[in-house]
């Protein structure tokens, strides 16, 4: 079982610049993944961004949405099983509530990132971007 705590959502104004953390229990297996969600209301969850995590190794490829590719980035901190999104450059469209959500035993898809190819979520931190 992996437990994911999310933190850093805040108010901005468009422009802006927020970190998003998403710390995991454990990481449990030697490869994974881990993504980020949004969801908006009246809008579909998104997939925003998803590193793959080997243990023991730096880097790890990296997806990005197309809305976010440029504005946003997604990096790591293994021995604090966390990883993080810069988001910079933020747009009223980038308001949401952004979720992690963790695969285990298995790399990142190639994109489209889909919901379904992950096991656990966090409970998601709220981001909102007033123009």
């Known amino acids: 079982q992996v437990h994911l705590v999310e933190s850093g959502g805040d108010s901005v104004q468009a422009g802006g610049s927020l970190r998003l953390s998403c710390a995991a229990s454990?990481?449990?297996?030697?490869?994974?993944?881990m993504g980020w969600f949004r969801h908006a209301p009246g809008k579909e969850r998104e997939a925003v961004a998803a590193?793959?995590?080997?243990?023991?190794?730096?880097?790890?490829?990296?997806f990005y949405a197309d809305s976010v590719l440029g504005r946003f980035s997604i990096s790591r901190d293994d021995d604090k099983y966390t990883v993080y999104l810069q988001m910079n450059s933020l747009e009223p469209g980038d308001t949401g509530m952004y979720y992690c959500?963790?695969?285990?035993?298995?790399?990142?898809?190639?994109?489209?990132?889909?919901?379904?190819?992950?096991?656990?979520w966090g409970q998601g931190t709220q981001v909102t971007v007033s123009s």
């Open positions: 959500a963790f695969r285990s035993g298995a790399w990142c898809n190639a994109p489209p990132i889909r919901a379904d190819d992950f096991h656990y």
């Open positions: 590193v793959n995590i080997r243990i023991g190794h730096n880097g790890g490829s990296t």
């Open positions: 454990d990481y449990i297996s030697v490869v994974n993944c």
